[in-house]
């Protein structure tokens, strides 16, 4: 199973960029699924971006302007790069990822991947 750590959260204005990472240990597979969610306080969780190992990428419909999610297979690392982020931005982000075999992994899909993050977290103020 991989082993997932996310960095890169922090504290930004409105309008404001962040690009988070995820590194991925203990995980060797040709055919794979990463994506991003998360969860806002008091809030359900919220699938954000996936990509396979094709590098096709799947956004929910609200960020796909602002959000952009990318890997470093060489470096074993997953990326969201966020911009214009607003306060409703604000939550845990966490990366998961798992072995995939189904086709085309979509956003949809990031809650069934079996290896999760311990989340970072972005706050966003007004």
């Known amino acids: 199973q991989a082993r997932l750590e996310e960095s890169g959260g922090g504290s930004v204005q409105s309008g404001g960029s962040l690009r988070l990472s995820c590194a991925a240990s203990?995980?060797?597979?040709?055919?794979?699924?990463m994506g991003w969610f998360r969860q806002a306080p008091g809030k359900e969780r919220e699938g954000v971006a996936a990509?396979?190992?094709?590098?096709?990428?799947s956004y929910a419909d609200s960020m796909k302007r602002r959000f952009t999610i990318s890997e470093d297979t060489n470096k074993n690392t997953l990326y969201l790069q966020m911009h214009d982020l607003q306060p409703e931005d604000t939550a845990m982000y966490y990366c998961?990822?798992?072995?995939?075999?189904?086709?085309?992994?979509?956003?949809?899909?990031?809650?069934?991947?079996?290896?999760w993050g311990q989340g970072t977290l972005v706050t966003v103020s007004s």
């Open positions: 998961a990822a798992d072995q995939w075999y189904g086709g085309r992994c979509t956003v949809e899909d990031v809650f069934a991947l079996d290896a």
């Open positions: 990509i396979d190992n094709d590098g096709r990428t």
């Open positions: 203990g995980y060797v597979n040709s055919n794979y699924c």
